[in-house]
Every structure is written in structure tokens, then in C-alpha cells.
């Protein structure tokens, strides 16, 4: 038998439709692979502008946290802590908060958000990555 | 019918071919497009291990396509062309189920998109390869069952006055046996691998639950193959003396162990285990491969 496949346009289309998304996805992993594989992952906390939600209560003001992990692996249990400073506080600092993100996968972003009694200054606030585990 | 060159299979034909692809991918793999595990998986996996579990899962679609796929009478090429299909098909369904489900949305990057669409689209595409060849009706004239060409004719004709054991002990029924039983194990095995709940097993049980379970396993095997009149035992299984049952069932047995390593490895369970605790995870992943090695061979088979 010398005869090709038997195809309508129909299931050529599927086909060609399936082998590009193959390649793609493939070169993507390669690539990937080749790129990230070695690199741990780099997390780095930025915050948001503080916001109250009520207006008539402005003891609760919320800060926007966002961790970005720009590193070859995904973090898991990645905590965070922020801290509201002020210097003429005796011991240096108001408010303590901590959050938890499930995961930060590599090149990509999380968002959550901590509520504060005070409202903070832009200079007040100190955000750090307190540690993460490697899922 | 004895033209010689078939022609083109009707659109209606393939849509309905399809359909009938969307409708096996969804019904073998919701289980995981709903499961947290999986998405998780997408989130860690690394890139090469996403790239051996795409090349693993070609390899079990060709296979699975070769012995019991809808065409598994065509050429090398056409079981090719028909594996590609299924896995575009499959790594599509995923991505617009994954969607559906809120697991990736459009602020989602790259990375995690495609991991998580690989790992379920495998899953779906195997699913989409079985309900393609299984699911369909026997109405004549739907294109597909095409099997009315001369030379398979006479192959058919010829196939079947021989004894059973002269077409069962060669080498390509053991070859095809084989494949269909690891497609079975991982086909129904894939639905809890993923899960905590093999390692919290694993971890919890006793070497003596251990050797029950190892015992359990090899039992099954033996109750699909040889004493419950299986649909299609009869067919696809060596009856023919002590010798032949003994190799079914460790070779049986041997297959499960290897899919639920194969599986286990695959989602991440082995990654910074003990060899004991790996083995103990196998065990526990042992018993529903070797249903699916036995039961989903025997329901696998050509129809």
C-alpha cells in the first residue's frame, strides 16, 4: 500500500493545529529548561499604597503586598513580614504584621494585603521575606 | 466493498470522531482537572520533568494507538498524525477547562500556564485517545470503522480459524498486552497518584499491610485475568497450562509496580525520598495500577 493517510481538511487542520501548539510548548519547556533549571528562587516584596477601606474608621488602613519571584523555582509557604517603624517610638517599631502565600511560582506574582491600626507613611513601613520552602 | 483506495473520511465523520475525543477526555480526566494536587504540580513541576511526561505520554498514545486505536490498522505515519491530534486536542481541552475552573485566568504568566496545561493535558488526551477508539457506536458507514480493505479482509478471514495459542504466544500480541496494560494502569492509577493521600498511606502503614497489599495486588490480577470470565479474558489472556499463568500474572504485577514508580516519579512523591518510603508509596499505588493493568487491559482491547 503507497497511498497516504486519508484525511479531510478538516483533521489536516487539527493536525497542524496540534503539532504547533506541540512545538511550542516543547521549545517553551526546552528553553525553560535551559534558562531557569539552576536558578533558586528569587523573591521580592513591594508594597502598595495604603488605602482606608471606611472612611469613617480610619484605625484600620490596608496595605497592598506584592511578592514576585523572578528566580528558576516556585517558592512555597513564602512569609512575609512588614513592619510600620517610626524613630520616635522607644523600641523603633508600632506595628508588626506577617502574611502567607501558598505559592510563588518562578516568573510570576502574587498579591495579598495587611491591615494596619495606623496609618503609615511612605517611609514607615519595612517589608521582608522572612523564608519560603522548596516545594 | 472492495475498492482499493478508501476515500476521505466524511466531515461529519470526523466531527463526530471528535466529539467523541472531547467527550472520553472529559470523562476519564475530570477527576484531576478538579484535583488541587494537580494544579500544584503545575505550579512546581520542573521544565524537564514536564518534558519527559510529554514524551512518556506520546509514547503511550502511539502504543495505545498502535493495539487498540481507532485505526491501529494504518500505517506508522497515521498512528503519528492520530497521536498529535489527541495531544493538541487534549493540552486545548485542559487549557479552556483550567479557565473554566478559575485555575488560570489571564493575569496567570507563562510558567504556570503551561505547566499546569501539560500536566492535565496528558491526562486529558489519553482520555481523548480511549473514548475516540472506545466510545463509539457500531452504526455502519460512520468512516473510521474502516476496516473494509481488501488486504485487511483477507487478514481478518485469515486470523481467526488458527488456534488461539498459535495467535496469542508472538511476540507482537506480547508487545501490544503490554502496552495496553500500562496504558490501563496509568489510565486508571492517574486519578490518585497525584494525591497526598498515597503518601500519608504510605506513611502510615505497616511492612505487614505492606505484604498484604503486595499480596492483595498480585490476587487481582489473577481474579480478572483467569477466574471471573473478564469481558474479553477469553480473547486476550494465555489459558494454556500453570506456566502461562504465572507469567500473566507477574508480568501483571510487574507492569503495575513500574506505572505507579513511573507515576509516582512523575509527580514529584519520589523527590527527596527514602528508598523505603519510595517503595512503600509504590506499593500503596500498586493496587489500582494493577487494576488498571488488568481490568482496564482487558477493557482496552481493539473492539
Not at chain 1, 4 to 16: C, D, I, Q, S
Not at chain 1, 94 to 102: G, P, Y
Not at chain 2, 153 to 169: A, D, G, I, W
Request: hydrophobic letters at 45%.
Amino acid at each position: 500500500m503507497t497511498k497516504g493517510p486519508r484525511k479531510n481538511w478538516l483533521e489536516w487542520t487539527v493536525f497542524a493545529a496540534g503539532l504547533l501548539l506541540l512545538t511550542a510548548t516543547v521549545g517553551y519547556l526546552g528553553w525553560q529548561a535551559l534558562v531557569y533549571a539552576h536558578q533558586p528562587a528569587a523573591l521580592e516584596v513591594t508594597l502598595g499604597e495604603p488605602w482606608t477601606p471606611d472612611a469613617d474608621d480610619p484605625s484600620r488602613v490596608v496595605v497592598p503586598v506584592i511578592v514576585r519571584n523572578d528566580g528558576g523555582h516556585t517558592a512555597a509557604d513564602v512569609k512575609i513580614e512588614v513592619s510600620l517603624v517610626r524613630a520616635d517610638e522607644t523600641d523603633g517599631s508600632v506595628e508588626r504584621r506577617e502574611l502567607i502565600f501558598d505559592f510563588v511560582p518562578h516568573m510570576s506574582s502574587r498579591a495579598g494585603a495587611l491591615t494596619f491600626e495606623h496609618r503609615p507613611a511612605r517611609d514607615e513601613l519595612r517589608a521582608q521575606v522572612i523564608g519560603y520552602l522548596e516545594p | 466493498m472492495s475498492e482499493h483506495v478508501l476515500p476521505r473520511p466524511s466531515l461529519a465523520g470526523s466531527v463526530r470522531e471528535y466529539a467523541r475525543g472531547v467527550a472520553g477526555g472529559l470523562l476519564f480526566s475530570l477527576p484531576l482537572l478538579y484535583t488541587m494536587e494537580m494544579w500544584e504540580m503545575g505550579l512546581v513541576a520542573e521544565p524537564t520533568r514536564l518534558l519527559v511526561g510529554l514524551g512518556v505520554g506520546f509514547l503511550l498514545l502511539l502504543g495505545y494507538n498502535r493495539y487498540a486505536g481507532l485505526r491501529c490498522d494504518a500505517s506508522f505515519t497515521e498512528v503519528v498524525i492520530d497521536s498529535i491530534e489527541e495531544l493538541g486536542l487534549g493540552l486545548v481541552l485542559a487549557a479552556a477547562i483550567l479557565w473554566l475552573l478559575g485555575s488560570i485566568d489571564g493575569d496567570t504568566r507563562m510558567p504556570e500556564i503551561v505547566g499546569k496545561v501539560v500536566i492535565e493535558g496528558l491526562v486529558v488526551a489519553i482520555g481523548v485517545s480511549v473514548g475516540t477508539a472506545q466510545l463509539g457506536g457500531e452504526s455502519p458507514g460512520v468512516v473510521g470503522d474502516g476496516n473494509d480493505n481488501d488486504d485487511d479482509k483477507n487478514k481478518y478471514v485469515e486470523r481467526r480459524p488458527m488456534s488461539l495459542s498459535e495467535t496469542l504466544h508472538g511476540p507482537s500480541w506480547f508487545a501490544a498486552q503490554l502496552t495496553l496494560a500500562t496504558c490501563g494502569a496509568v489510565l486508571i492509577a492517574a486519578n490518585v497518584a497525584p494525591t497526598e493521600e498515597i503518601q500519608d498511606i504510605a506513611r502510615g502503614i505497616s511492612e505487614v499491610q505492606q505484604i498484604g497489599l503486595t499480596v492483595l495486588t498480585l490476587a487481582i490480577g489473577a481474579l480478572v485475568l483467569y477466574s471471573s470470565d473478564f469481558r474479553g479474558s477469553r480473547d486476550h489472556v494465555l489459558f494454556d497450562g500453570r506456566a502461562d499463568v504465572a507469567l500473566g500474572i507477574l508480568t501483571t504485577y510487574l507492569v503495575s509496580m513500574f506505572a505507579a514508580a513511573a507515576l509516582l516519579w512523575f509527580f514529584g512523591r519520589f523527590d527527596d525520598n527514602g528508598l523505603a518510603f519510595c517503595l512503600a508509596e509504590t506499593i500503596v499505588l500498586g493496587l489500582p495500577t494493577a487494576i488498571g493493568a488488568s481490568a482496564g487491559r482487558l477493557l482496552l482491547q481493539q473492539k
